[in-house]
């Protein structure tokens, strides 16, 4: 039984370029977050997302970021035009049910660097 | 809003040696309480929760955890660690009516020496 999987690992952009990242849930999962990790610091909440419906992106930075998770397919993360504050590890998890409790799964994460 | 203190940010022990992680959070309403563990370059991997009943939660790996609700804590404990143990600990809350976004710690580095 896979777990939650992300990809690319590990991911270089220039400053302006754009940043997809992917994460595919357990299988049966519905439900996915993500979350971004900085240098140094613990992990900080984004989005929230069920299947085509995004619950809270009470996370998310304003402008630039955008999340989705389509019917089919993974989840993506899309970051335009990076800046160098964007460099982190994002990491995705994902829960059989959306109600507080349920264990988050989480993958190994995406580390991004923007030079 | 919830937030959670890990006052800790480093913790050296001794191989076969006990260890305690700190852990408080501030809410007003029920909380759930976890606790992950991070080894380097990984993804993380829940230790123990709390959600309800006895106030002495078991994990995995031999690790077990205290919630004091009149202390707001939520301490991490083993009483003899191994090497294997160094790594990134996060304690997390999720708060009922923020569904289950968590929110985390800013974690506690355990090098476990030999």
Redesign the interface.
């Known amino acids: 039984n896979a777990g939650?999987m992300q990809n690319p690992r590990h991911l270089v952009r220039r400053r302006g370029q754009e940043a997809r990242l992917r994460c595919s849930p357990m299988k049966g999962h519905s439900?996915v977050?993500w979350?971004r990790q900085l240098p140094e610091?613990?992990?900080?909440?984004m989005v929230?997302l069920q299947k085509e419906n995004i619950?809270?992106e009470s996370?998310m930075p304003k402008e630039r970021f955008s999340a989705e998770f389509p019917k089919e397919g993974p989840s993506i993360l899309r970051i335009q035009q990076v800046v160098r504050g964007d460099s982190a590890a994002y990491?995705c998890?994902s829960?059989l049910?959306?109600?507080?409790?349920?264990?988050?799964?989480?993958?190994?994460?995406t580390r991004l660097t923007v030079t | 809003a919830q937030s959670v203190t890990q006052l800790d940010s480093q913790v050296p022990v001794f191989e076969e040696a006990p260890v305690e992680l700190r852990c408080n959070y501030s809410s007003s309403v029920s909380v759930y309480l976890f606790w992950y563990v991070q080894y380097p370059n990984q993804g993380l991997q829940l230790l123990l929760k709390y959600l309800s009943g006895s106030t002495l939660v078991k994990g995995i790996n031999g690790f077990e955890a205290e919630f004091n609700k009149s202390q707001t804590s939520f301490h991490l404990r083993k009483p003899s660690v191994h090497i294997s143990d160094t790594a990134e600990y996060f304690c997390a809350v999720s708060e009922g009516a923020a569904g289950n976004k968590l929110t985390f710690g800013g974690g506690t580095r355990v090098l476990v020496k030999p």
């Open positions: 939650v439900h977050y979350y610091e613990g992990l900080k909440f929230y619950i809270d996370g990491f998890a829960s049910q959306g109600a507080p409790g349920y264990e988050q799964y989480f993958g190994p994460g």
